[in-house]
């Protein structure tokens, strides 16, 4: 189940707890780690096209440093950036898993309480949802 792992990184504060994590999980099983950070794009009307929402080299940055650390722990890992709209997350984060076949997927939960959880959604919520494997979620 931990020979492949799935660690869904962004720039929250429970990304450092996702790679240790993931990195645990990895070294019981001598498994390796696939880091995936969706980077997710707001649409800004016709006229404008699509806007990032976080700025060029910020997601390829956040991958590099998370696999450099996981390698130095001697896990094999890799990265992986992905292109999604703006609340698509979920979705590219099980395709990814299924798409690498991996047993588990690790992702950080940022907090909101139940009512912001169900007005603005939770993409670990909808993860758990759409996934046909387990998820931990880290808080």
Request: glycine residues 10%; negative net charge; hydrophobic residues 45%.
């Amino acid at each position: 189940m931990y020979e492949r792992i799935l660690a869904a990184i962004d720039h929250s504060d429970t990304t450092q707890r996702v790679l240790g994590a993931a990195r645990e999980l990895a070294q019981l099983s001598h498994g390796e780690v696939w880091v995936l950070h969706v980077r997710e794009r707001e649409p800004a009307g016709k006229v404008a096209g699509i806007m990032n929402i976080e700025l060029p080299g910020e997601a390829q940055q956040a991958v590099d440093a998370a696999v450099d650390e996981l390698t130095r722990a001697g896990v094999k890992t890799f990265g992986e950036i992905r292109h999604t709209i703006y609340g698509y997350a979920a979705r590219e984060i099980v395709d990814c898993a299924g798409e690498h076949d991996v047993g588990t997927i690790v992702m950080g939960s940022r907090g909101r309480g139940d009512l912001a959880g169900l007005l603005l959604g939770s993409t670990a919520h909808k993860v758990i949802h759409l996934a046909d494997r387990p998820v931990l979620v880290v808080r």
